[in-house]
């Protein structure tokens, strides 16, 4: 007997898409956003070095494809006060990258 549960894990599967690493990755995502101007991007693990690199990938594709120019997230405040200074011009690349 299906629950609501097991249906729900069912669909997930099956609408999953696998993330492999190449450049059209996220294509459906940029395509569900279209002209939005507003995306919240949600976190399950705080603080994975892989949700910090997809995160990543999926804000440079909305900064350079979507025309979006502010991002805001939830970080912890050393490493967002480094990026900030970076995005400024106020410190180099490295010090901004660094974890």
Known sequence: MATASTDR???TWREAVPI???DGDYDGLLDMVGDRR?????????????????????????IEEKGFNAV???ADWPDAYRVNRYV?????????TRH
């Open 9 to 11: 894990d069912a669909t």
């Open 20 to 22: 492999v690493g190449v």
């Open 38 to 62: 507003l995306v919240l991007l949600g976190e399950a693990s705080h603080g994975t070095h892989e949700f910090y690199r997809e995160r990543a990938r999926i804000t440079k594709r909305l």
């Open 72 to 74: 805001a997230v939830e």
């Open 88 to 96: 400024l011009g106020e410190s180099a690349g490295a010090d901004a």
